[in-house]
């Protein structure tokens, strides 16, 4: 990231060095906070609900600008991970650090799976993406501008006094996302819906998302079951399945190999000539052989 972006985006702090001992363990803690210094450290992370553990032994590594795809077969623990890194779920062994500029997770943009509204309640698109704002200390001017950026960004501007219940669920998503918008923030996670959308507003949300990545240097954390959205835009991914997460760049993990035992489908990994991964997955052929 760029010195003046950085500026604009009030990390400043980080320039002038603020000592390692914040981040790192004091086994390594001499040296001062560097820019390349991870955004999220997991160290032999544990997590589980009571007695039921759910992943075991995370090391992960997210640095500034990364976009990570989290996949996996359903219920292998995606969301309960991206629960433990905004410090609703603690973990039970090891540790997740967030590097200073972000250990108050105000910076954090968080898109979750569905709409977590009581639908008994009416909102307006625009009042539920002003609650994004709640507890930023930031005058209220400057607050209702983020708010009318935000829903121009998602294009619901106009939309913006129906009914969050009325509207199509590609547009509900689409203030979820402006209402994580509205912190102005320096990572986005977004925990992709499973149902209740189609494939042409969840790639539009993709799509979105990769230029907020690209143009806003924002670093991403999509959870999706599309493999080959993961392949097109992912510079990092991580699957999850047997309690275990691997994860690094993509040309590492992101092979026939990895997704076969994840999914238990053999599948094809191809790099373009562009630098996109497909993936194709051999089903067909598995059904003719059966
Ligand atoms: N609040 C909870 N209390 C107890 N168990 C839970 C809770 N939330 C999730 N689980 C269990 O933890 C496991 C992992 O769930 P999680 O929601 O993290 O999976 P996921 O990978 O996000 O799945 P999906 O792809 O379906 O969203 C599942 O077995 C689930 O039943
Ligand atoms: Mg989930």
């Known amino acids: 990231m760029k010195e003046d972006m950085r500026k604009q985006l009030g990390l400043d702090e980080r320039s002038v060095g603020i000592p390692v001992k914040k981040m790192v363990p004091p086994s390594e803690g001499t040296s001062v906070q560097q820019k390349s210094d991870p955004i999220v450290l997991v160290e ?37 991970f991206i629960k433990a890194l905004l410090g609703a779920l603690r973990p039970k062994r090891g540790l997740i650090r967030l590097r200073a500029d972000f250990a108050r997770r105000t910076r954090i943009g968080f898109v979750p799976q569905s709409c977590d509204l009581n639908p008994s309640v009416p909102t307006t698109i625009e009042s539920f993406v002003k609650q994004g704002t709640a507890g930023l200390n930031v005058e209220r001017t400057k ?26 669920g590609g547009q509900r998503q689409r203030a979820m996302v402006a209402r994580a918008l509205v912190r102005d923030p320096l990572m986005m996670i977004v925990d992709e819906p499973t149902a209740g959308l189609d ?39 991580a699957i999850f399945k047997n309690k ?41 052929f598995q059904e003719a052989s059966v």
């Open 244 to 284: 275990r997460v691997i994860n690094g760049p993509i040309g590492e993990i992101l092979t026939g190999k990895n997704l076969e035992k994840a999914f238990g489908v053999p599948t094809e990994v191809k790099q373009t000539s562009s630098g996109e991964y497909t993936v194709r997955s051999k089903v067909e």
């Open 44 to 80: 032999n992370g544990g997590f589980a609900y009571g007695r039921n553990s759910i992943l075991e032994s995370v090391e992960m590594k997210i640095k500034d600008g990364e976009f990570w795809c989290f996949i996996g077969p359903n219920g292998e623990g995606k969301t309960t």
């Open 199 to 237: 494939l042409a507003a969840s790639s539009g949300l993709l799509k979105t998302i990769t230029e907020l990545n690209q143009k806003h240097k924002i670093t991403v954390i999509f959870v999706t079951h599309d493999l080959q959205l993961a392949g097109r835009y992912a510079s990092h991914v």
């Open 143 to 168: 607050l209702n501008h983020r708010v009318r950026r935000a829903l121009e960004v998602m294009g619901i501007q106009f939309i913006r006094e129906r009914s969050i219940w009325r509207v199509s």
